[in-house]
């Protein structure tokens, strides 16, 4: 099979599955970044076709993921940008009003997980979301399979240890004691 054949084949199998990890780590209702960040997934791809691997899709989500941190970069200076304006506004007496998502509700599962590393919550994300076998998350991540393995079973536990202390955080609020 030709480079572009295997390219074409990369595509056809794995933009659904690349579009879904790239929205799940994006805000919701961000459509046309999911958009953009699955383009430039694929024109890297395409770039550097020849070195796609047989199984592509752990190769793809670790291009994701650096096109991810690309984009997230770029909204944390569009965020302090707009941080810097509301200042502005603030002192001079105008009047900012804040985004309609600024207050989304989240489960307690995410909330959690929001609270863990950066690298802790994707090393759950890809073998749960994406579901991930440990040699391709080693792939995705770009480490070795005991590296791979040791980063999800000490994410798993500080995960378990972020939940419970949001139960006991729950059950003091509510009065409860252990």
Known sequence: MSTDQAFAAAYREHYWA??????????????????EVV?????IAWRRRSELPEAPLP?????????????V????RY????????????????????????ERPGS???EALSRLAPA???????????????DELAV?????????????HRARQRLRAEIDRMQMHVRAGDGHRD
């Open 140 to 152: 995705a991540l770009e480490c070795s399979r005991g590296a791979a393995a040791m980063r999800l």
């Open 120 to 134: 802790d919550q994707e090393a759950l994300r890809l073998t749960t979301w994406e579901e991930l076998s440990l």
């Open 59 to 71: 190769w793809l989500y670790a291009v994701a993921r650096n096109c991810l941190a690309n984009t």
């Open 108 to 110: 307690w599962v995410h």
């Open 79 to 102: 965020r302090r940008l707009l941080h810097r304006i509301s200042h502005h506004e603030t002192v001079r007496h105008g009047q900012v009003v804040d985004s309609p998502d600024a």
């Open 18 to 35: 690349v579009s879904r990890f790239v929205a799940r780590r994006l805000d919701a209702g961000e459509t046309h970044e999911v958009e």
């Open 73 to 76: 970069r770029g909204k944390g």
């Open 39 to 43: 383009a430039d997934v694929f024109s």
